[in-house]
């Protein structure tokens, strides 16, 4: 989490930055999701928004609209198997789950689950990562927490932000004051 003291002549302009935080930064995102064979007893479109929902951190952002091409491919050998976003593959390197960037703050955790196999079962996905912004669609917001506080200095408001890992607070208000 970044935290910051920040000047501002209202509190509409504060608020103002707030909004652009959660709505304005470019970012990437699983689209164009296509499921090819899907064994388990979820649906497709339940599939399809965990994948979706997956945050993904590209090494360095391109002002390209640059599209990255991902498979998910898992057959249950043996008894239980869980998928999760570390099971994505892609040649693209540049971009990845931010899961499977090396262990960080904000990776602490394995992947993100998006179903479980039985034995016998598969599930096959093909999907793009494509840049957008969260006024479209969430997806696109790495942005989890952006709040300002009041302080007992004049026109100084302490502004907290965090995200989901896809980028670090800093790029995101590197991105926003470029």
């Known amino acids: ?11 509409k302009e504060c608020n103002e930055l707030r909004q652009h935080l959660l709505h304005d930064v470019r970012n990437v995102a699983p689209t164009k999701i296509t499921v090819l064979q899907n064994d388990t007893p979820l649906m497709n479109e339940v599939i399809s928004d965990r994948i979706e929902l997956t945050p993904f951190r590209v090494k360095k ?16 050998k043996e008894n239980i198997r869980h998928v ?3 099971d994505f593959v892609s040649d693209q390197k540049e971009c990845l789950p931010v899961s499977q960037f090396p262990k960080t703050e904000i990776n602490k955790n394995g992947g993100v689950l998006i179903c479980t196999l039985r034995k016998g079962q598969r599930l096959n996905v093909e999907f793009e990562v494509e840049y957008g912004f969260s006024r479209d669609h969430t997806k696109f917001s790495p942005v989890i927490l952006a709040i300002f506080n009041e302080t007992k200095k004049k026109d100084i408001y302490l502004f907290s932000v965090e995200t989901n890992g896809s980028m670090t607070p800093e790029e995101v208000m590197d991105q926003f004051s470029s």
Do not use: G, I, W
């Open 61 to 76: 952002h391109s002002k390209d609209n640059v599209k990255y091409l991902f498979k998910l491919d898992v057959t249950a």
């Open 1 to 11: 989490m970044l935290q910051t003291e920040l000047k501002f002549s209202t509190l």
């Open 84 to 86: 999760t976003c570390l």
